[in-house]
């Protein structure tokens, strides 16, 4: 198997699960994290004085760099799958059936899988 660089795309370091148990931490890339941009929906409600919109638009993806040879760029799941053309990008696998490492309070403390956007 090819040996890649991980760029940290999200705002919060990354634990990754090796097969031998050990973390491999991956700091956030220090130019920022990868974003979709967002338009919000129109107001159109208010419910016990909370105000109701419209469901949030989705755009383009700012922050995400070219492919690189041998690079793999972690992102968060809303990033990765506005991407899916995109074989180089990846999200943490934190679904319920992803395995991810839990505290006894339920954060995420590693994952075991990375997700391709494609």
Do not use: W
Not at 5 to 18: A, G, K, M, S
């Amino acid at each position: 198997m090819t040996e890649v660089t991980f760029i940290n795309l999200t705002p919060h370091p990354l634990n990754l699960r090796q097969a031998d148990g050990t973390d491999l931490t991956v700091s956030p890339d220090p130019a920022g994290p990868a974003r979709v941009m967002t338009t919000p929906g129109e107001d159109v409600d208010e419910l016990n004085g909370i105000a109701l919109y419209g469901a949030t638009q989705f755009g383009e993806v700012e922050g995400l760099p070219a492919p690189k040879a041998a690079t793999i760029y972690i992102v968060s799941g809303l990033v990765a799958g506005q991407v899916k053309d995109r074989a180089d990008v990846v999200a943490p696998g934190t679904g319920p059936q992803d395995g991810a490492v839990r505290s006894e309070k339920g954060h995420i403390v590693a994952v075991t899988r990375l997700v391709k956007a494609c």
